[in-house]
């Protein structure tokens, strides 16, 4: 082999090391701090200029470094109500780390904290005694649980509540649209909150739905340069990757989330927290 080719072979895999040690090394540690101001339909004026701090697919079980890190975001922001959309746990064996993690991130918002299970919350604990048991573990660390269900939170200075609706998973079949909104009046608007961003347009035909707030995808996770919302939208089988999307005239936004799953790398596509601010239109 001659010098040349002993050169090439070097900056090969001196690059090739580069790349993995950004994504197992690096990235799954950084966190981006999205902030997004949003039009709200029907909001009510107390919660005008309000923030909401979404966290999604933190997948304790896994090393998640960002996770932890977004409970010091969460302090630093004095959001007036942080939303989890699913995918906290990633194995049985992780719930006492699931459960330290959500009682931390309760106390330190000194707001109220809802969530909506996700698909490996499911796959993991069926849908018998060991779900129900861990969702009133997680009620009992300081969590709001919807499950299909609907709830009114009110800001930290008061005055009218806003009406929040928590689907269950779609992705494991356990989204039930009919009883998500079978609480609210005719007319009534809610920020919508659920795992999986596919089903968004039957959750915006229920006409109820002024923002809708999902996770599941992690960006991708593993994004490709120029290929990686394409790469992405073709193995999830839906056009909704990342970031903020309108679906029939609603705001759907899908977060990169904290966490990985499969494989514990990132590239390209860090942990994510979104900070909104609603406004009326």
Not at 10 to 19: D, I, K, R, T, Y
Not at 176 to 183: C, L, Q
Not at 188 to 214: F, N, W
Request: glycine share 10%; charged share 15%; aromatic share 8%.
């Amino acid at each position: 082999m001659t010098v040349h080719r002993h050169r090439r072979l070097f900056w090969v895999l001196a690059l090739a090391a580069m790349l993995l040690l950004e994504a197992l090394v690096v990235e799954p540690r950084m966190l981006l701090t999205r902030r997004v101001d949003v039009l709200v339909t029907g909001l009510p004026d107390e919660w005008n200029g309000g923030t909401v701090i979404q966290l999604s697919d933190p997948h304790l079980g896994y090393p998640s470094p960002a996770a932890w890190r977004a409970i010091g975001t969460v302090r630093a922001e004095q959001p007036d109500l942080v939303v989890v959309t699913g995918d906290v746990a990633d194995k049985r064996s992780s719930i006492p780390i699931v459960l330290a993690w959500a009682k931390q991130l309760c106390e330190t918002a000194g707001v109220p904290v809802i969530y909506v299970p996700g698909n490996h919350e499911h796959w993991r604990f069926g849908d018998g005694q060991a779900m129900a048991k861990f969702l009133e573990q997680l009620r009992g660390a300081g969590f709001i649980v919807l499950e299909n269900q609907s709830t009114r939170i009110s800001r930290r200075s008061g005055g009218t509540g806003l009406t929040i609706v928590g689907l269950d998973d779609s992705y494991s079949y356990h989204m039930d649209v009919e009883a998500g909104f079978s609480g609210l009046t005719a007319g009534e608007q809610a920020i919508v909150l659920e795992h999986c961003p596919d089903d968004a347009p039957s959750i915006v035909a229920s006409g109820h739905a002024s923002l809708v707030l999902t996770g599941h995808t992690h960006g991708g996770q593993v994004r490709l340069p120029l290929w990686g919302d394409r790469l992405t939208a073709a193995l999830e089988g839906s056009p909704f990757v990342r970031g903020l999307y309108q679906v029939g005239g609603v705001p759907l936004y899908v977060s990169q989330g904290l966490g990985m799953s499969v494989l514990p790398v990132r590239f390209f596509c860090p942990p994510e927290v979104t900070v909104f601010t609603l406004s009326r239109p």
